[in-house]
């Protein structure tokens, strides 16, 4: 059996005791657990593995002896009549004569050399039960993935929601400033139907975003496998590491990325066909014993039991000395599939250098623009505290107080999917290191 996971490295740090059934808020180290516990892609790709490692067996690679056991009784009533054209010998006739019959025979049948082929089958069968392993975790390492992203995709989602909601309360402040300043004869009736309609639009906005809230939530029980109406909450933050090394990186990725070492696997496998396929030209000699027994006993007839046992041994020896060139092609079909293998390496090899570059381009880039984004932040919160104020003294008008809401909200949402794009980065990062499930045990 393929042993589960039961830590995740730097991602899924610790399978919590606690149950969360008691709990409301849900962190991402339990959507990982329940992840792992119950997601379908998970279950199945173990269960494959599983097979990988139940077919790598000695009598599964031809090792072995086979040894069958039959056995038989059969039964007869017959009418017989006799005449002999030599005299002497007087007729006879039988009715209803009852006869038996029973067989039983026992074979062994011991294959002691195919030309090394079970030797190769056998370390073929170890590749492939690697293999299996290998793809395990290469579908536990993406769905680790995919989990991180639904979680915190759920909190940038959560975010939006949050600065609409903060919106609305904002316009529902100018509505009552704009109330105010019409009651005094300083505001105009523009300016409150301005207002008033700035507010359903913003009551609008939140409506739509709590549609991608739900299904943000939708989708991340989905992947737990769970039902999909589950009620939660999730953290607040969205944290990021900070301080992730390219050179570092690419090293571990070139000795730890599941798709390189997939790759490296099926290569093996393809080498190890070509020996196979060789070792049809070798002879082949098998081994082979018996043992017969045989009883008939008859109601009719000369004899009255007829009965036979023994042993039966003896040696088969097979050389393919023509089979229409069909091993030749098989050989040299196996050749162009072990090139195809060692092309697949080098292109999966490229796709990790180039992704890995990629992605940390766009976490350098996320990173830098949190901190643009978060002084961008600081800039526009001090921005509408100071056109209330102004608005409040009637110093600038609906108009502009709507356009410095409208640059809280640009920069709130900037930031926040700046937040969420750097730990995108650096999760996909550390899958393509494969260091975002290095430690399963």
Request: proline residues 1%; without cysteine; hydrophobic residues 40%.
């Given at each position: 059996m393929i042993?589960?996971?039961?830590?995740?490295?730097s991602?899924?740090?610790?399978?919590?005791?606690?149950?969360?059934?008691?709990?409301?808020?849900l962190?991402?180290e339990?959507?990982?657990?329940?992840?792992?516990?119950?997601?379908?892609?998970?279950?199945?790709?173990?269960?494959?593995?599983?097979?990988?490692?139940?077919?790598?067996?000695?009598?599964?690679?031809?090792?072995?002896?086979?040894?069958?056991a039959?056995?038989?009784?059969?039964y007869?009533?017959?009418?017989?009549?006799?005449?002999f054209?030599?005299?002497?010998?007087p007729?006879?006739?039988?009715?209803?004569?009852?006869?038996?019959?029973?067989n039983?025979?026992?074979?062994?049948?011991?294959?002691?050399?195919?030309?090394?082929?079970?030797?190769?089958?056998?370390?073929?069968l170890n590749e492939?039960?690697?293999?299996?392993?290998?793809?395990f975790?290469?579908t536990?390492?993406?769905?680790v993935?995919?989990?991180?992203?639904a979680?915190?995709?759920?909190?940038?989602?959560?975010?939006?929601y949050?600065?609409?909601?903060?919106?609305?309360e904002?316009s529902e402040?100018r509505?009552?400033?704009?109330?105010?300043?019409?009651?005094?004869?300083s505001g105009?009736?523009?300016?409150?139907?301005?207002?008033?309609?700035?507010?359903?639009?913003?009551?609008?906005?939140v409506i739509?975003?709590?549609v991608?809230?739900?299904s943000?939530k939708?989708?991340?029980?989905?992947?737990?496998?769970r039902?999909?109406g589950t009620?939660f909450?999730?953290?607040?933050?969205?944290?990021?590491?900070e301080?992730?090394?390219f050179?570092?990186?690419?090293?571990?990725a070139?000795?730890?990325n599941k798709?390189?070492?997939?790759a490296?696997?099926?290569?093996?496998?393809?080498?190890?066909?070509?020996?196979?396929?060789q070792?049809e030209?070798?002879?082949?000699?098998?081994?082979?014993?018996?043992?017969?027994?045989?009883?008939?006993?008859?109601?009719?007839?000369?004899?009255e039991?007829n009965?036979?046992d023994?042993f039966?041994?003896?040696?088969?020896?097979?050389?393919?000395?023509?089979?229409?060139f069909?091993?030749?092609?098989?050989?040299?079909n196996?050749?162009?599939r072990?090139?195809?293998s060692?092309?697949?390496f080098?292109?999966?090899k490229?796709?990790?250098e180039?992704?890995?570059?990629?992605e940390?381009?766009?976490?350098?880039?996320?990173?830098?623009?949190?901190?643009?984004e978060?002084e961008?932040?600081?800039?526009?919160?001090?921005?509408?505290e100071?056109?209330?104020?102004?608005?409040k003294l009637?110093?600038i008008?609906?108009?502009?107080?709507?356009?410095?809401?409208?640059?809280?909200?640009s920069?709130?949402?900037?930031?926040i999917q700046?937040q969420?794009?750097?730990?995108l980065a650096?999760?996909?990062l550390q899958?393509?290191?494969?260091?975002?499930?290095?430690?399963?045990?």
């Open positions: 042993i589960r996971p039961a830590v995740l490295g991602v899924l740090l610790l399978i919590l005791s606690s149950s969360l059934s008691a709990q409301d808020t962190s991402v339990e959507a990982l657990s329940i992840g792992l516990e119950n997601n379908y892609s998970i279950r199945i790709a173990g269960n494959d593995a599983d097979i990988a490692d139940n077919n790598f067996t000695l009598g599964n690679a031809g090792f072995l002896p086979t040894i069958t039959t056995g038989s009784r059969s007869s009533i017959q009418d017989s009549k006799q005449e054209a030599q005299g002497g010998i007729n006879n006739t039988t009715e209803n004569a009852k006869s038996n019959t029973t039983a025979n026992a074979s062994l049948n011991w294959t002691i050399f195919d030309g090394l082929r079970m030797f190769t089958t056998y370390e073929r492939l039960k690697a293999l299996g392993e290998e793809q975790r290469l536990l390492e993406n769905t993935a995919s989990i991180i992203g979680y915190y995709n759920i909190i940038r989602q959560q975010k939006i949050d600065v609409l909601e903060s919106t609305v904002v402040q509505i009552s400033i704009a109330e105010t300043r019409k009651d005094l004869g105009s009736e523009y300016d409150l139907l301005q207002a008033r309609a700035d507010l359903n639009a913003d009551k609008a906005a739509r975003q709590e991608q809230l739900n943000a939708v989708l991340l029980n989905e992947l737990l496998s039902d999909i009620e909450s999730v953290m607040q933050s969205i944290p990021v590491e301080d992730l090394e050179n570092d990186l690419l090293q571990k070139m000795q730890n798709g390189l070492t997939v490296r696997i099926n290569q093996r496998v393809a080498g190890l066909e070509i020996k196979e396929l070792g030209r070798l002879p082949e000699v098998d081994l082979n014993a018996g043992f017969n027994y045989s009883r008939n006993e008859s109601g009719a007839g000369f004899l039991l009965q036979s023994g039966n041994y003896g040696v088969t020896a097979r050389l393919n000395i023509f089979d229409g069909n091993t030749g092609r098989q050989i040299e196996a050749k162009i072990h090139k195809n060692e092309l697949a080098e292109d999966q490229l796709q990790v180039a992704g890995m570059s990629s940390f381009k766009s976490y350098l880039n996320s990173l830098e623009l949190v901190k643009l978060s961008n932040l600081i800039y526009a919160e001090q921005s509408l100071i056109a209330l104020e102004r608005f009637g110093t008008n609906s108009i502009e107080l709507r356009e410095v809401q409208r640059t809280l909200i920069a709130e949402s900037r930031l700046a969420f794009e750097a730990k650096e999760t996909e899958r393509i290191s494969g260091s975002l499930t290095q430690n399963v045990q």
